[in-house]
């Protein structure tokens, strides 16, 4: 199964940009971030997947999408506790007609922020398996949301890498903020960082076998 995880900052670089990049990409599932509202649902179409959104700032339509093969078995939204100031985030869970869970989420730009919402979201998942995280964590590897996280989850890029990892800027990437995070029963066999530029950040791909499938 390929996972893409793209903030694809509401298409300002281009929606064709965006719809070419997963279009070469032919994922299994997309998780974006920053995703305007209509935006998933054109990808969609464009792309051959089913659409699910998860709006964190409601009025905008703003917020977090997965895009599938097939519809989902299920949809959760959960609303992560908002911080005084700061924008409204959230995590999109959706469970696959495999039985695969995959979270969508969005961590914000406090250090104390991201680590109450990455236990929230570690305690909305608690013993569910097989188990996809995926998103802009806003944080490199040293931070301490992303090490909840891994202590948890199997960071993908850590176990079957190509490359840096690095994912912002797009156009000289520096720093790995987005990520793909899975379950210990989910085997990851390889994960790269796109070399297109279709946003200001670079989409991360991961390509895994969930237990009980074969490739």
């Known amino acids: 199964m390929r996972v893409v995880a793209f903030n694809i900052s509401s298409c300002r670089a281009g929606l064709d940009r965006v719809i070419d990049a997963l279009g070469e990409l032919d994922p299994d599932v997309v998780v974006l971030n920053e995703v305007a ?3 998933d649902r054109a990808i969609g179409r464009a792309i051959g997947r089913v659409s699910v959104k998860g709006n964190t700032l409601r009025l905008r339509g703003f917020g977090n999408a997965v895009l599938l093969r097939e519809r989902p078995s299920s ?5 992560l506790r908002r911080t005084r100031r700061r924008e409204r985030r959230g995590a999109l869970i959706v469970r696959l007609p495999s039985g695969a ?3 969508a989420t969005h961590l914000g730009l406090g250090d ?3 680590v109450r919402h990455a236990r929230q979201i570690l305690r909305a998942l608690e013993g569910v398996v097989p188990l996809i995280v995926a998103g802009d964590l806003n944080e490199t590897t040293g931070g301490a949301a992303v090490g909840l996280l ?6 993908a890029f850590a176990v079957a890498r190509e490359g840096s990892g690095s ?6 990437p520096a720093e790995r903020l987005d990520y793909v995070l899975c379950s210990p029963d989910v085997r990851v066999v390889r994960t790269f960082v796109d070399d297109r530029v279709a ?3 670079r989409a991360v ?5 969930l237990p009980g499938v074969e490739r």
Not at 75 to 79: A, H, I
């Open 75 to 79: 949809v959760r939204r959960l609303r």
């Open 150 to 155: 891994c202590a948890e989850l199997t960071d």
């Open 37 to 39: 509202r209509g935006q």
């Open 199 to 201: 946003s200001d950040h």
């Open 167 to 172: 994912t912002y800027p797009a156009d000289v």
């Open 205 to 209: 791909v991961a390509d895994l076998v």
């Open 101 to 103: 869970t995959v979270a």
């Open 112 to 114: 104390e922020e991201r």
